[in-house]
């Protein structure tokens, strides 16, 4: 079964960027797609948004209405990375960001495993 460890969080100024790494270990990573999600300040675990998902082949992404334009997912020439690189971070995006896999995108809700989640602070 994959593992799935996320990092690259931190603290970073409104108009800052930062570059969160979704790493995995076991065979079979290339074979699904990954969501990043992110849990806000103040919510429940239930009410994690999905911010961006690239499917198993990497040609379709999506995003949030949120972060489009201003984030892009992209799997690693390693085959067990995938990347969200975060430009024109706003404090709303703050909160603890999470990967995870699944067979499409559109059956995420299927994986229930969440791991750690890397922080994401932005602020002045």
């Known amino acids: 079964q994959l593992q799935l460890v996320e990092s690259g969080g931190g603290l970073v100024q409104p108009g800052g960027s930062l570059r969160l790494s979704c790493a995995a270990s076991?065979?079979?990573?290339?074979?699904?797609?990954v969501g990043w999600f992110r849990r806000a300040p103040g919510k429940e675990h239930k009410e994690r948004e999905e911010?961006?998902?690239?499917?198993?082949?990497?040609?379709?992404?999506t995003y949030a209405d949120s972060v489009k334009g201003r984030f892009t997912i992209s799997r690693g020439n390693v085959k067990n990375a995938v990347f969200l690189q975060m430009d024109n971070l706003k404090p709303e995006d703050t909160g603890i960001y999470y990967c995870?896999?699944?067979?499409?995108?559109?059956?995420?809700?299927?994986?229930?495993?969440w791991g750690q989640g890397t922080q994401v602070t932005v602020s002045s």
């Open positions: 995870k896999e699944a067979p499409t995108c559109a059956t995420m809700y299927l994986n229930s495993v």
């Open positions: 911010v961006s998902c690239i499917s198993h082949t990497g040609d379709t992404k």
């Open positions: 076991g065979d079979g990573f290339d074979h699904y797609a």
